[in-house]
Each structure stands twice: as C-alpha cells, then as structure tokens.
C-alpha cells in the first residue's frame, strides 16, 4: 500500500544508480589522464564520481588549458565506449521496479549525463526505456551535475512539479542539483559514496541499491536472484 507522501513522479540518475559502471568510468579515466602523463589513483577520484566532467578536470588538472581540458574529456569518452562500456551490467531488480511504477501511474524520468547512445546500449539489458516518460540526456545542457539543468528539463517534460517529485541517484553531486530545483532526494550506495557522504550532500534517504527505492511506495522489497 502506497503512503501518503509517496512521491508523485520519480527521476533517476543512470551510470552507478541503474547501471554499475562507476569502477569501469573511473577506471577510463585513470587510463587517459595517465596516457597524458597525468598520474591518479582510483581512490584521487573516486570523489569526483558522477560531477561534471569539465568542473572535474577543472579541479584535478587547473594548470592545463581549457582546449586540452576537452581534448582530456573527448579521449575519455572514446576509451569508455569503445573498451568499457559493453562490459557493464545493470543492477538487479531495475525493470521489476519501473514496471511497478508504470502500473502505479508513477511518472518515470531519466536525468543522466550520458549520451543517447550510451544510454540505448544500457537498456539492452535494462529494458526500460518501453516504460519510462521521459529521457534528458547530458548533450541538452551545457553542464552535468550539480548544475540542476538535467533536472529541470526533466520536470518540465514530465509536468510534474519538483516537490513532489524524488531524484534518485548514487552521489553527491545528485543530491546538489536535485536541490536546486527543490526535489526531494534518495541516495544510493552503490557509487561508492558513504552513507554519511551523501546524507550531508543533501540526500535525505539512503539505501543500499536502486531494488530498495520501492519501498517509497510501499512495494515490497524486491528479491534478487
């Protein structure tokens, strides 16, 4: 039985919420920031995980340019693709719970900052793009997360308005954008963030992986093989 401050509509983050690909991200980026001869270990950026790519390198690399700053963040997305990406799986219980929404008349949202088709080869397996309303992807604004664009303009196309409405995602740097736009927030453990870290980013509920966010509608807990 649904409660009565269950949310009215639900947007999702993708890489490391639906998907566990944040050890083979982070991975490509150790791979081509090394190739430049720029020396970081997993753990240096595990912290950047799920922020915009730009404002990241900003941050890791300030004494580069910002044309070999983009040079830096193309290569990484070539390598992701062409080495990574087919190897990710999505997590358990994904499509379960997007149907149970759908059949609840819940609003279902994407917000990612991956590209179209990065996105098309993750629902090979997710299998959940038949069942969502509606999908903003990073090429329509200017900025990833934190910025709050990719939520706003997936408000907008959901029609719904953000306060009643959760974003659920893995990081940070969710949470922050989210607010922004005065959603309510769900964090994930699954990017390798602590409980601790995303609940003082702005999370205001964390659970251990996307399976458990039914629980806000009172979907039983799902059971994963």
Same mark, same amino acid.
């Given at each position: ?100 929404l759908k059949e609840s008349n819940v609003p279902i949202g994407l917000a990612t900052t991956c590209k179209p088709d990065e996105l098309a080869i993750y629902d090979q397996q997710l299998r959940i793009l038949n069942l969502i309303d509606a999908a903003i992807c990073g090429e329509a604004v200017k900025h990833g997360k934190p910025d709050p664009g990719l939520f706003? $303009?997936?408000? *907008?196309?959901? =029609? ?7 974003? +659920? &995602? ?27 870290? $995303?609940?003082? *980013?702005?999370? =205001? ?7 458990? +966010? &039914? ?11």
């Amino acid at each position: 039985m649904r409660t009565p401050i269950a949310p009215r509509a639900a947007i999702f983050d993708v890489e490391g919420t639906l998907v566990d690909c944040v050890s083979a991200t982070l991975e490509s980026w150790r791979e081509t920031l090394l190739e430049a001869k720029h020396a970081f270990t997993l753990q240096d950026l595990q912290p950047y995980s799920g922020m915009d790519g730009t404002w990241m390198l900003e941050k890791l690399l300030p004494q580069e340019s910002d044309e070999r700053r983009k040079a830096l963040l193309q290569r990484q997305g070539e390598r992701y693709r062409e080495e990574f990406i087919h190897h990710t799986r999505p997590f358990g219980g994904v499509n379960e719970l997007f149907r149970r929404l759908k059949e609840s008349n819940v609003p279902i949202g994407l917000a990612t900052t991956c590209k179209p088709d990065e996105l098309a080869i993750y629902d090979q397996q997710l299998r959940i793009l038949n069942l969502i309303d509606a999908a903003i992807c990073g090429e329509a604004v200017k900025h990833g997360k934190p910025d709050p664009g990719l939520f706003r $303009l997936c408000l *907008a196309a959901l =029609e719904v308005p953000a306060e009643v409405t959760i974003a +659920v &995602g893995d990081t940070p740097f969710d949470a922050m954008a989210a607010s922004r736009v005065g959603m309510r927030r769900v964090g994930l453990l699954t990017g390798g963030f602590s409980v601790v870290a $995303l609940q003082d *980013a702005g999370h =205001e509920q964390v659970f251990q992986e996307v399976s458990h +966010v &039914g629980q806000l509608w009172g979907f039983p807990v799902i059971s994963l093989p």
